[in-house]
């Protein structure tokens, strides 16, 4: 057996991979992105940017005075609060909606299509915003749009980076897929933008504007996203062969008939036909199938996981707990950690592309650790809960520290998460298995929403333990679990997990059937180096 890294391949004959000519020793894969396939991610990646924006809109509303005297509830001297039932019922609404929309994505994109499910989720939005922004003294009403707007915040959530991971070059995938997590940075900081540049208003106009642009968000991607290719494994996939092929060679920014796009093809139609020589598939099989009980779990507590980094605390709650630290307007504080969110997020898609995914989140996973503990002791024993402007030296250090949280979430678990599950899965199982590890996100998601009020409640900053306690076990699952994916085809990866590679020495790992198509020296492993060695050595005596 033959056996080749593309690493050697390069290393042996760096001229001829570049410049030859030569149709026989044509380059496997083009070495430029084209512009149509960074244009499908960032239109696709909208769908982040509604996330983000929906979700970062809501912690400013609490703030405003007019929110508060529609929707709040009134003491007994005549101010307005929000109750942490109130409050939590809000904005969780939204995840238990997303909840929803994730466990049905997974169908829908398999019967309709990913283009035209990620159009009519983009749709659904703009329902939802129409009930919120309709709201004028009746909470609930807020609440049920904010429900209606996770359905289709939910279904987006899953079939985006899906397209995205079944369009992108293998290039730029993972930074592609990536990117739908720095639109939702995006989103974020719109959003608190935005909420600070009306929060002064003295009408509805204050949370209004803010809320009726969420409809333009959602009406830009239900449009433009018709006006992007389908993806080619879901085309293939349902007999539109020559189609899947214009796609791939579209996206490849090459020929139909060039070398890559042909390889391309060959490997989906292998898998497809493996896949559709067994048995209809059954629910069940995501968890029967080869390896599959370990994929789908592994996607659930991955996506669980980025939820339980704590990262949506600040988010949800930021204006809440930076308006305790004692600061004079936290939709500044709000705005900066924004920034840092978004900065961060660029530097993630460099660690996308170019360091490992196992390397990264491990990494990620610690930073969080370490930031959560001194976030929990400091908020904990050194700050005045009374009047936090008595130790502003503490209430410093839970702003610097915050800062530093995201920019470990921005650059790890916020965009890697996405890459690393939309590649797991295999083309048969891909849609109902993304379906239900994101649902396992937006689960965790509503839990965090709902319960931190009451947990801030009864243990304040201690509650941050709970959050470095999971990004603790998170890096062990990462080191002991997680297949290094970077720069390998999705039905390579599928080949992996199947194998039973393991995780930690699965970047070294060279798959049996990649031969050089200009070396045809072996590459043998260690144990059959020295065994052939041995073998002349006793040919010599002889």
């Not at 960074?38 to 005075?65: E, R, T």
């Not at 830009?220 to 007999?239: H, K, N």
């Amino acid at each position: 057996m033959k056996l080749l890294t593309r690493r050697d391949n390069r290393a042996s004959h760096p001229k001829s991979i570049t410049d030859s000519t030569d149709v026989g020793l044509m380059p496997r894969r083009p070495t430029k992105v084209p512009f149509m396939a960074i244009w499908l991610g960032v239109v696709a990646s909208i769908g982040g940017f509604m996330f983000g924006y929906v979700s970062g809109q809501i912690s400013g509303f609490f703030a405003m005075d007019d929110y508060l005297r529609r929707f709040g509830q009134q003491n007994s001297d005549g101010t307005y609060f929000f109750s942490a039932v109130r409050q939590g019922t809000i904005v969780s609404l939204l995840c238990a909606g997303s909840l929803i929309g994730s466990l049905i994505a997974g169908d829908l994109a398999n019967r309709l299509g990913r283009r035209l499910t990620i159009s009519s989720s983009a749709l659904f939005c703009c329902v939802g915003t129409v009930i919120e922004i309709s709201s004028s003294s009746s909470w609930a009403q807020f609440a049920v749009g904010r429900l209606v707007n996770g359905v289709g915040i939910g279904s987006l959530s899953v079939v985006v980076p899906m397209y995205q991971s079944e369009c992108a070059p293998l290039m730029i995938r993972g930074t592609l897929v990536a990117s739908y997590q720095l639109f939702i940075t995006l989103g974020i900081w719109t959003a608190e933008m935005v909420n600070w540049g009306t929060e002064t208003m003295a009408s509805t106009a204050s949370w209004r504007i803010p809320n009726g642009l969420s409809f333009l968000w959602a009406l830009v991607l239900g449009i433009g996203i018709l006006f992007l290719p389908e993806s080619p494994r879901y085309a293939y996939g349902v007999g539109r062969i020559d189609e899947a092929r214009r796609v791939i060679a579209r996206l490849a920014g090459t020929d139909e008939h060039h070398r890559t796009v042909t390889d391309q093809l060959t490997e989906i139609r292998v898998k497809h036909e493996a896949e559709s020589a067994s048995a209809d598939r059954v629910w069940h099989e995501i968890f029967t199938g080869p390896r599959m009980f370990y994929r789908t779990v592994l996607g659930m507590i991955l996506q669980a996981g980025q939820q339980l980094t704590g990262a949506n605390f600040f988010f949800y709650y930021g204006t809440t707990v930076f308006a305790a630290v004692g600061l004079s307007n936290s939709y500044v504080t709000q705005i900066i950690l924004g920034s840092v969110n978004v900065g961060c997020t660029f530097a993630g898609l460099y660690v996308a592309q170019k360091c490992g995914r196992r390397k990264a989140l491990m990494a990620g996973a610690a930073w969080m650790f370490v930031c959560f503990m001194v976030y929990a002791f400091v908020g904990h024993f050194a700050l005045n809960h009374q009047n936090p402007q008595l130790t502003p030296a503490a209430g410093n250090v839970l702003i610097v520290f915050s800062c530093l949280f995201i920019a470990a979430f921005a650059t790890t678990w916020g965009p890697l998460v996405w890459a690393v599950v939309a590649e797991l899965y295999p083309a048969r199982y891909r849609a109902p298995c993304m379906a239900l590890a994101t649902a396992s996100n937006w689960f965790f998601n509503f839990l965090i929403s709902l319960f931190t009020r009451f947990i801030t409640g009864a243990i304040d900053y201690l509650y941050g333990l709970v959050f470095a306690g999971c990004c603790a076990a998170l890096f062990f699952i990462v080191y002991f679990f997680v297949i290094e994916t970077k720069d390998r085809s999705l039905e390579e990866i599928d080949t992996m997990y199947v194998l039973g590679v393991n995780p930690m020495t699965s970047a070294k790992w060279v798959s049996t059937h990649e031969v050089s198509d200009l070396d045809t020296t072996p590459v043998l492993p260690q144990r059959e180096k020295e065994t052939t060695r041995q073998r002349k050595g006793k040919e010599s005596i002889v």
